[in-house]
């Protein structure tokens, strides 16, 4: 079966720095894609960045990165320069052969002013 | 197209109600997903649609929940004789399949469907 794990179920940053969260997931899978996806308070699930597992190259959208281990079946995101609308509840996600979509149980991200 | 549509927002009922739940996806999504998601924690899986046809079933989903799509565009899930356990949000999310579609795997999430049962 599939998991993701998220080892951290809150962190917080100040303002302007830099955090990363962290995510590992098991499958016997070679071919699959990764997700983080963002909950701000009270609002609906986005996408933040997805990362194919055949791409050894790790995906960036503006401040947010990922380091994806795929031997180590690790998924780190960093948040850069840290803003106060990054706050929110971040969920790593696993994306299986047969379309079947799985989430950490997430972290909660608090950035201080 | 304003995205994924859920309705009800939010549904109190008593214990050993039926209720039901609609979500309409994006339009030229075929790709359609139910989740449960309590407070603190993850959407855990229900099921998901590949147009009209249920793919997948959750084996944590009992058989007092069931759902459809029966002309691959919105979808329904109904919860009979409600329990207290089954205080929480669910979401809907859609996407388009296929790799070669922008977007493909992407989901959209709507912004849920909150039940309380009493």
């Known amino acids: 079966a599939q998991t993701v794990t998220q080892s951290q179920p809150e962190m917080s940053v100040q303002e302007a720095e830099t955090v990363t969260l962290s995510c590992t997931y098991d499958t016997s899978e070679s071919n699959y894609y990764l997700f983080w996806y963002k909950q701000p308070p009270s609002r609906q699930m986005i996408l933040v960045i997805r990362q194919e597992a055949y791409k050894q190259q790790n995906a960036t959208e503006n401040r947010f990165s990922v380091n994806f281990q795929k031997a180590a079946k690790s998924f780190s995101l960093k948040i850069s320069d840290s803003q106060l609308g990054d706050t929110a509840m971040y969920f790593c996600a696993f994306l299986t052969f047969n379309n079947d979509m799985r989430f950490g149980a997430g972290t909660r991200l608090t950035v201080k002013p | 197209d304003t995205g994924v549509s859920q309705d009800p927002r939010h549904k109190i009922t008593k214990r050993g109600q039926n209720v039901t739940f609609r979500c309409d996806p994006i339009?030229?999504?075929?790709?359609l997903y139910w989740y449960r998601q309590t407070l603190g924690q993850g959407p855990e899986f229900l099921t998901y649609f590949q147009n009209e046809a249920q793919l997948e079933k959750s084996r944590l989903l009992s058989d007092r929940f069931s759902a459809e799509r029966p002309k691959g565009s919105f979808s329904t899930l109904e919860i009979q004789r409600t329990e207290q356990g089954d205080s929480a949000m669910y979401l809907c999310?859609?996407?388009?399949?296929?790799?070669?579609?922008?977007?493909?795997?992407?989901?959209?999430f709507g912004a849920g469907s909150r039940l309380t049962v009493l």
């Open positions: 339009s030229e999504h075929n790709r």
């Open positions: 999310a859609s996407t388009p399949s296929g790799q070669g579609s922008a977007g493909a795997n992407v989901l959209t």
